[in-house]
């Protein structure tokens, strides 16, 4: 069993900062990549930002020069860097994990709501 396990998640006004954190049971480098994805109410699951096991990163465009990813690997974490939070990043984060066969792993959910 592969457990990810998310904390970090809260209120912050507009312009805020918050720090999401995402403990996997198994060394992060047994995935093919982890990342973030978010779900606002009626959309659909997006993927936010992604780190591979080599340590390339990619961002969604709404979020490029805002949010950073990055990780502890003696901690099995992975950490998602939110600066300059806009009402429209209210969502539910998931962390996820790819593994190399493909199957996907996925944290619980944390609210993230940004509202003044």
């Known amino acids: 069993q592969v457990q990810l396990v998310e904390s970090g998640g809260g209120l912050v006004q507009p312009g805020g900062s918050l720090r999401l954190a995402c403990v996997a049971s198994?060394?992060?480098?047994?995935?093919?990549?982890m990342g973030w994805y978010r779900q606002a109410p009626g959309k659909e699951r997006d993927m936010v930002a992604a780190?591979?096991?080599?340590?390339?990163?990619n961002y969604a465009d709404s979020v490029k020069g805002r949010f950073t990813i990055s990780r502890d690997n003696a901690k099995n974490t992975v950490y998602l860097q939110m600066n300059n939070l806009k009402p429209e990043d209210t969502a539910v984060y998931y962390c996820?994990?790819?593994?190399?066969?493909?199957?996907?792993?996925w944290g619980q959910g944390s609210q993230v709501t940004v509202s003044s």
């Open positions: 780190i591979t096991s080599g340590g390339t990163t």
């Open positions: 996820n994990g790819r593994g190399f066969s493909s199957n996907n792993y």
């Open positions: 198994r060394n992060i480098f047994s995935f093919a990549a």
